[in-house]
């Protein structure tokens, strides 16, 4: 486990510089878009450097060679990834300064392929509530099966991919609850939101209150680190699901609202 550990604290090293980049072409892009707009994107902005930010220090070697010891510091970089920094990197809609940062033959490039009818019918689909629930909600129980984790801990390549996987389908979730499609996908969406603050609330209960631990490469002695990694999934991260839910909700109302009122 240690040569995995510091295999894997290199990658994070790398992904760390990789945000630092992935900044520097943010700033670019709206640099790019200051001069096409009337007013900058302030609020975006900051949610753009808090999630990545969140990103980086969910990655971080320092933190990273932590969890390998003590499950609920791991357990603190999960919920990183899936509750702070996708959600807030989503909401900051950074996507047009991102390509914007692009050559203007990328950008043609890129346009023409997010234009292609297939690739937007499955991107449509992917991000629909209930695909994208049910995908997010797949990769947090199977990858806390105890074969997986085991398998994550023990090889850094597969704890790679479970990282890639509780960030890329946390993308996915909550571009499906935080900009629908459709108006309509809100109900959807907080329906979602709370089937997912259950669900996962019920899989923190379970770590927290199992008599035996999960996960063999952090012994059997590792209960109480257990009970509160189960703590940290049950609480705080299932309250989040939950407060995103009503404020999804409260927006579909005053939409509904806005609807309703010119017809009066």
């Known amino acids: ?7 894997f604290a290199v990658h994070a090293g790398m992904i760390f510089l990789l945000t630092g980049a992935l900044a520097v072409v943010y700033a670019l892009g709206q640099h790019e878009l200051s001069g096409r707009r009337t007013s900058s994107d302030r609020r975006g902005m ?21 969890a390998d010891r003590l499950f609920s510091v791991h357990m603190v970089q999960h919920e990183l990834l899936m ?3 996708a959600p807030l990197l989503v909401a900051s809609s950074s996507f047009p300064a991102l390509i914007w940062a692009l050559p203007r033959r990328g950008r043609l490039v890129v346009a023409r392929v997010i234009r292609r009818t297939r690739l937007r019918a499955i991107w449509s689909w992917l991000t629909g509530p209930l695909p994208a629930s049910v995908l997010h909600g797949l990769a947090i129980w199977l990858w806390h099966a105890p074969v997986l984790f085991d398998a994550a801990l023990e090889h850094e390549w597969i704890h790679v991919a479970q990282h890639v996987s509780f ?3 946390g993308l996915i979730f909550w571009s499906s609850v935080i900009r629908p499609h459709r108006r309509e996908a809100r109900g959807q969406a907080v329906l979602s939101l709370f089937a997912t603050s259950v669900h996962s609330g019920v ?3 379970l770590l ?3 008599r035996a631990s999960w996960y063999a490469p952090y012994g059997a002695g590792a ?3 257990q009970q509160l990694a189960g703590l940290i999934m049950w609480i705080p991260a299932s309250l989040a699901y939950l407060i995103a839910s009503l404020l999804v909700a409260r927006r579909w109302l005053d939409e509904s609202e806005m609807v309703v009122k010119p017809q009066r």
């Open 1 to 7: 486990m240690g040569g995995g550990a510091h295999l």
């Open 46 to 66: 900051a949610l753009f450097a808090t999630g990545l930010l969140a990103l980086a220090v969910a990655l971080s070697p320092p933190l990273d060679e932590v």
């Open 83 to 85: 509750v702070v920094a």
């Open 167 to 169: 960030f890329g389908t």
């Open 203 to 205: 899989l923190g209960a």
């Open 208 to 210: 927290t209150f199992s």
């Open 223 to 225: 209960i109480e680190d």
